[in-house]
């Protein structure tokens, strides 16, 4: 079955700690998204890309990075965790017309 | 002033209500709209999905899209406390197809 994956689910970290976000999907998108979201909030777009070694940043600035390797895989990575780093982050992906496919989600604590 | 607005809610119904839930958007040029439920920490999911102006309908749900008023909806019969979460509009089109969303209402159906 098509899907999107996301790990780790949760994640507890120390300041200063580098960490990975890992996503990854089976539907054969090119497009594919991180969003930042905090508790009853909205969703903040930080980065996006529209295929292989296409990577922008969002509307929301964030001091992650993101790579985009393979089709199927674009994970996120903070080189130094802080405390207002603390959030849930949403991966998804998108179809040609724009219908977005979310992950589970990872709730970072740091 | 956003692409896409949404009133954040709370919207409070009791059971068995008709709900309707409504975005306004700036963009001319978007084509597609979705409708997705988001229950507490967890990821958005897809509800609903239109083209174009019109209505689909799904069970208990129905989408509507007036493109001359740049405005839709969501209409929920029969809500049940099942249903209370955050609805979030989308939409997309105008070349890149990135999908917008709306900031979500907050939705609770109480017994």
């Known amino acids: 079955e098509a899907d999107i994956y996301q790990t780790p689910r949760y994640l507890v970290i120390g300041t200063g700690k580098k960490i990975t976000l890992e996503c990854s999907q089976t539907?054969?998108?090119?497009?594919m998204y991180w969003y930042q979201q905090d508790p009853g909030m909205e969703l903040h777009l930080i980065h996006y890309?529209?295929?292989?070694?296409?990577?922008e940043k969002g509307d929301l600035s964030s001091e992650s990075t993101v790579s985009r390797i393979r089709t199927e895989h674009f994970p996120l990575t903070l080189e130094s965790a802080r405390p207002s780093h603390t959030s849930q982050y949403l991966c998804?992906?998108?179809?040609?017309?724009?219908?977005?496919?979310f992950g589970q989600g990872t709730r970072l604590t740091v | 002033q956003k692409e896409v607005e949404q009133d954040p809610g709370p919207l409070s119904v009791p059971e068995g209500a008709i709900v309707s839930l409504n975005c306004t958007y700036s963009?001319?040029?978007?084509?597609?709209f979705m409708w997705y439920r988001q229950y507490s920490r967890k990821g958005p999911e897809l509800l609903m999905y239109?083209?174009?102006?019109g209505n689909k309908e799904d069970g208990r749900f129905t989408a509507q899209v007036d493109k001359s008023s740049k405005y839709i909806s969501l209409f929920i019969r029969d809500s049940q406390p099942s249903d209370s979460a955050t609805y979030l509009c989308?939409?997309?089109?105008?070349?890149?197809?990135?999908?917008?969303f709306g900031r979500g209402t907050s939705l609770i159906v109480h017994p």
């Open positions: 998804a992906s998108s179809d040609l017309r724009g219908r977005a496919f």
């Open positions: 539907m054969g998108h090119d497009k």
């Open positions: 890309s529209y295929g292989v070694n296409s990577t």
């Open positions: 963009n001319s040029a978007f084509q597609y």
């Open positions: 239109t083209y174009s102006s």
């Open positions: 989308a939409m997309s089109g105008g070349g890149s197809y990135i999908p917008t």
